[in-house]
């Protein structure tokens, strides 16, 4: 398998890739990438903060050079603290995809490994995702349980 290493800025435009993968798999998803133009400078500029709040773990494709095969991406976040998790720190994980032709590789475990280890090392007690169906078995595997947390939204 190929290892599992930071993303660059120089990835940006894979990364974006299998982002746009992710939410193509996702039921009533916006299939549009106009997005992408506005969105590659902003990832560029986060992916070369080494020390920021925001890392992207990938795997480089084992056959299609310059091509990523796996991403997965997470965020720390504070919120004022609670028991068992005095400090607020909180991790996030969202953007976890595998290319379609790179899959049951064991590539998205790996990356969530390192993001895991990443979260760690950041002083990070608690991390959520939300999960596709197909996820959960890779997630339930890692410790991850089901919470019930209603979620609301509001555009603006």
């Not at 607020?88 to 976890?96: C, I, L």
Request: net charge neutral.
């Amino acid at each position: 398998m190929s290892p599992v290493r930071r993303a660059e800025p120089e990835d940006a435009a894979e990364v974006l890739r299998l982002r746009q993968v992710m939410i193509d798999s996702m039921a009533g998803a916006d299939p549009s990438t106009a997005w992408h133009t506005e969105s590659l400078p902003v990832l560029r500029a986060r992916l070369a903060e080494a020390d920021g709040d925001f890392a992207a773990f990938v795997v480089d494709h084992p056959e299609r050079p310059g091509a990523l095969a796996a991403l997965v991406c997470g965020t720390v976040d504070y919120r004022i603290g609670k028991a068992g998790n005095p400090h607020g720190v909180v991790g996030y994980v969202f953007s976890v995809a595998t290319d379609p032709d790179a899959r049951r590789r064991g590539y998205a475990r790996a990356g969530m490994t390192a993001l895991l280890d990443w979260f760690r090392a950041r002083g990070v007690r608690r991390v959520q995702l939300t999960a596709s169906t197909e996820a959960r078995t890779l997630y339930d595997s890692l410790g991850f349980r089901p919470k019930p947390d209603p979620l609301l939204e509001l555009a603006l």
